[in-house]
């Protein structure tokens, strides 16, 4: 049994570099946030300013990420942040994603930033709590030097048209399922 | 439609930590590397040893990581390092790649790195370049505190067996196959 060595990438006849990219990580397995986490370290690498806002609540998960990623100049949106909750007609949840998806869109259109990690958006989408037409047209129409990252379960459809690369991680096992607990220093 | 947010993963009733972890990126999408570097990253900033040890030539691919994980102190092993090619039964590559085995199996069995990561180990895997039962041995047997990451195409079946969580990152649709090559900030 052979593998393509994975240099060996066909291309097709005419190629170009572009302004910038769209990156969708999504699927059921690990690795999602985890790639896009890898993906703003080369970016941080390159001098590139960058921000990333997360659109659910975090518990103890992505605390390690979130300490590297400002120790090191990312403005980091953590959801919920500065959040007063005034409304009547929206769940406190669904109303921290919309405020979330509110900055998101303003840092995306301000064209400050070279890299924009939307982490877990999927799932404000899905629920409709925040509006997937307007998202997708956000990423089209932003300003051509800004490069996305978006994850989450189930992209989508119109999420994946948008996005030059998706990549599905899908779970093939995991630790969980027989009883092994997230692992620091691994796992967040 | 709806997803499950991540946090709600069902666990068994009976849950227990691990001292390490074996983990596997395989398929044939981005992310694998990737995701890859970023547990490395995670392992840093616990403070904890880490090794990489590469089995396939980078190109430029890989310079922007390993730029990164030197800085941060990562025993960062490039394949065909410190190599003199004296044999005549072997390919240059192939050899390249036993000498890369040879050293991530002393880093193993030393126990002194908490995550050793095999870059592409599959591939050499795949051709008969390395011994696969001899790999997984070692991973088996490895001291308890010793965490595995390990990624690249098509893992072989007794990789996946001997891992904890293995996640199979899947294309979906990818920048290349429209002729968008890869980009500075992004993919290295």
Not at 157 to 183: C, F, N, P, Q, S
Request: without cysteine; negative net charge.
């Amino acid at each position: 049994m052979t593998s393509e060595p994975p240099t060996e990438h066909e291309l097709p006849p005419q190629t170009r570099p572009a302004k910038s990219i769209v990156l969708v990580h999504t699927g059921d397995g690990k690795g999602k946030s985890t790639a896009a986490f890898g993906v703003m370290i080369r970016s941080i690498a390159r001098g590139w300013q960058v921000a990333v806002v997360q659109f659910l609540k975090s518990g103890t998960w992505r605390v390690g990420e979130e300490e590297i990623g400002k120790r090191l100049g990312v403005d980091w949106w953590s959801i919920g942040e500065g959040f007063t909750w005034d409304s009547d007609d929206l769940t406190r949840d669904e109303a921290m994603a919309r405020e979330a998806w509110k900055h998101a869109r303003s840092v995306i259109e301000a064209g400050t930033h070279r890299l924009v990690v939307l982490d877990e958006i999927t799932y404000p989408m899905n629920w409709g709590w925040i509006d997937t037409d307007e998202v997708v047209s956000t990423i089209r129409e932003r300003p051509e030097s800004v490069s996305i990252v978006a994850t989450g379960r189930d992209a989508p459809a119109a999420l994946v048209d948008v996005a030059d690369t998706v990549t599905e991680m899908r779970k093939v096992k995991h630790a969980y399922d027989v009883g092994i607990v997230a692992k620091k220093g691994i796992d967040y």
